[in-house]
């Protein structure tokens, strides 16, 4: 029994640092890395841990039918910073679904990404049929 017991321990041990290792990327620690739809807009947030090293976040975006296309380049703050953008062109499409990751770049060129965040996105009819006829005159 009480070998069970260890070994339940240690095996708890181990999937907790497996979790904390998960969130460490090139150069930050990210506690958190979220997305949804909000009126017409997509909002990220994320939240970093340690930063060490860290240059830029650039946000890149894909449809499942689509490859990911950078959309935003956010500068480091540095540790312990809480991050948001808004995705104001997400109506302009019309895919519902959008997926974002965050490509994470060191001073040295080191580069990792973030996990992958889906949100479900709806946009209203008429802002997205007026956001086309302004596309056809530029």
Do not use: C
């Not at 497996?18 to 990220?44: H, M």
């Amino acid at each position: 029994m009480k070998y069970i017991l260890s070994m339940k321990k240690g095996l708890i041990a181990l999937f907790s640092v497996l979790v904390i290792i998960s969130a460490v990327y090139a150069g930050a620690f990210l506690e958190y890395f979220q997305g949804r739809s909000e009126g017409d807009n997509v909002r990220l947030e994320w939240k970093t841990g340690e930063e060490v090293n860290l240059q830029i976040f650039k946000i890149e975006r894909k449809t499942p039918q689509s490859p990911y296309v950078e959309i935003a380049s956010i500068e480091s703050k540095g540790s312990n910073s809480y991050y948001v953008y808004i995705d104001e062109s997400a109506y302009k499409t019309n895919d519902l679904i959008f997926v974002y990751r965050l490509k994470i770049i060191e001073n040295d060129g080191t580069v990792s990404y973030s996990s992958e965040v889906t949100v479900s996105h709806s946009v209203s009819g008429v802002k997205r049929t007026w956001g086309s006829i302004k596309a056809m005159f530029r």
